[in-house]
Nanobody
Framework: QVQLVESGGGLVQAGDSLTLSCAAS????????MGWFRQTPGKEREFVAG????????RYADAVKGRFTISGDNSQSSVYLQMNSLKPEDTATYYC???????????????????WGQGTQVTVSS
């Protein structure tokens, strides 16, 4: 059973940077897709970024493109989300997700991912 544990959330000011980490355990992650999603109260969970583990192909939501960078460390079975130039609208609970089958394009819909972390809160003050 794959388990995902996020860390790195916190309270920052607009313009600051923050790095989220997600450690995967319990399964072979070398052929997976891992993604980051975020959610605010009353809204649907939305795609932020994703990466295919074996090829390193990435995909970003338009709202974060150029500011956020997703990367993976195969040796640590971890994925990271480097968030720069944070804005108040980036405030959300951020979730790490894992899909155990490969696709050519990183999926953007939450229901295409099978495993989820517990979430980590990111709050950006203006």
């Amino acid at each position: 059973q794959v388990q995902l544990v996020e860390s790195g959330g916190g309270l920052v000011q607009a313009g600051d940077s923050l790095t989220l980490s997600c450690a995967a355990s319990g399964g072979p992650v070398s052929t997976y897709i891992m993604g980051w999603f975020r959610q605010t109260p009353g809204k649907e969970r939305e795609f932020v970024a994703g990466i295919t583990w074996n090829s390193g192909r990435t995909r970003y939501a338009d709202a974060v493109k150029g500011r956020f960078t997703i990367s993976g460390d195969n040796s640590q079975s971890s994925v990271y989300l480097q968030m720069n130039s944070l804005k108040p609208e980036d405030t959300a609970t951020y979730y790490c997700a894992l899909r155990s089958t490969l696709e050519v394009v990183v999926p953007k819909m939450p229901n295409e991912y099978e495993y989820w972390g517990q979430g980590t809160q990111v709050t950006v003050s203006s």
